[in-house]
């Protein structure tokens, strides 16, 4: 990373949860994490997906995690993070 990150944005709908479809009441499918996002990732410092995302975002993102969504994909991004920004090689 060329510069430090000092912000975290993050689409939460899938990228928190455990990726499931997540229906209404009303019978509404609320979204889930997958290729939808890849606009916000391409203009971002950074991006990164959990490890049960779809393959089209894993080939697009910089950094793939080892966890799943709903399973330590964020901390495990944030430490990427911290990591990076403390150091001059990537970790």
Excluded at 22 to 44: P, Q, R, V
Aim: hydrophobic share 40%; charged share 20%.
């Amino acid at each position: 990373m060329s510069s430090s990150i000092k912000l975290l944005a993050m689409d939460v709908d899938g990228t928190l949860t455990d990726r499931r479809l997540h229906i209404s009441e009303s019978g509404e499918l609320l979204k889930s994490f997958d290729s939808n996002d890849l606009t916000a990732m391409t203009i971002c410092g950074a991006s990164a997906c959990p490890a049960n995302a779809v393959n089209e975002v894993k080939a697009a993102v910089d950094y793939v995690c080892i966890r799943n969504g709903g399973d330590g994909a964020v901390r495990e991004f944030v430490e990427w993070i911290i990591c990076n920004n403390q150091r001059s090689t990537p970790c």
